[in-house]
């Protein structure tokens, strides 16, 4: 279960659109409202949002290809021939637009039929993936705390479309952190889901605790970016020290 350190962490970040924990089971969970509403995977996030209310969809809920990634349905042959993305002019052949689909990140299929939505603030189960979107400040933060402790590099793998197989599995396959900027990608723009030039954040299971702990513990501002008195004093008593350090070691030092 998310526990009451992580729900903290995260309401002190004072996000303007709250994070979302997401929940993948094999059958309909209990005690959990049923969303009776039909829409795209990733209108269901923004529906968490908007309602701050925790539901559940299957298949039958989904009107895009959220059902695909997370292996509720096989590859529609049509799609998958590329030629979706050449009719949407995303591609400028079939043949690029199906090379996606060779390496689109997938669940296993049948393993998922069910999917649990719910802002992190009650959450009250162990999130398969958070997902946050924030502006550069808090992303900064956010991103920052995801590599303080294990030294993990950023990356961010995504396609011009079905930014949801990067987003809401690709996370779960490969246990990285995924991230992506709003306004580029097919779907969420045509569905006017989030604003553009947000930063969108997918969080796997096995690096919510490391974030949570980093945010903890790290400075959300870093010395050199504070302005007061004696962080810059602190900062140039560090800098003195490797003049000490180079000295020692017989070389320069080429940081200031």
């Not at 002190?12 to 997401?22: G, Q, S």
Request: with cysteine; aromatic share 10%; proline share 5%.
């Amino acid at each position: 279960m998310l526990n009451d350190k992580a729900r903290e962490v995260f309401n002190k970040l004072d996000l303007e659109i709250p994070a979302v924990a997401i929940k993948y089971l094999p059958v309909k969970p209990e005690k959990i409202k049923y969303s009776e509403k039909k829409l795209a995977f990733c209108q269901f996030v923004k529906e968490c949002q908007d309602t701050g209310e925790q539901f559940y969809i299957t298949k039958e809920n989904d009107t895009c290809y959220g059902q695909m990634i997370l292996g509720m349905i096989p590859k529609p042959p049509i799609t998958a021939s590329g030629q979706a993305g050449l009719d949407f002019e995303m591609y400028k052949t079939a043949s690029a637009c199906m090379k996606l689909y060779q390496q689109l990140p997938v669940l296993e299929p049948n393993a998922t039929n069910a999917v649990v939505f719910s802002p992190v603030s009650i959450c009250d189960f162990d999130p398969d993936l958070i997902v946050v979107f924030a502006g550069i400040e808090k992303a900064d933060i956010i991103m920052r705390a995801t590599s303080y402790i294990s030294g993990d590099f950023w990356e961010s793998k995504s396609t011009p479309v079905l930014s949801c197989g990067w987003m809401y599995a690709y996370p779960l396959i490969s246990g990285k952190v995924n991230h992506i900027t709003t306004g580029f990608y097919h779907g969420l723009k045509r569905r006017k889901a989030f604003a553009a030039g947000l930063r969108m954040i997918s969080i796997p299971y096995n690096k919510i605790d490391e974030v949570v702990t980093a945010l903890s513990e790290m400075p959300w501002t870093a010395i050199a970016f504070r302005e007061d008195e004696e962080s810059k004093k602190e900062l140039a008593k560090r800098i003195e020290h490797w003049g000490e350090m180079a000295e020692e070691m017989n070389c320069e030092v080429h940081l200031h």
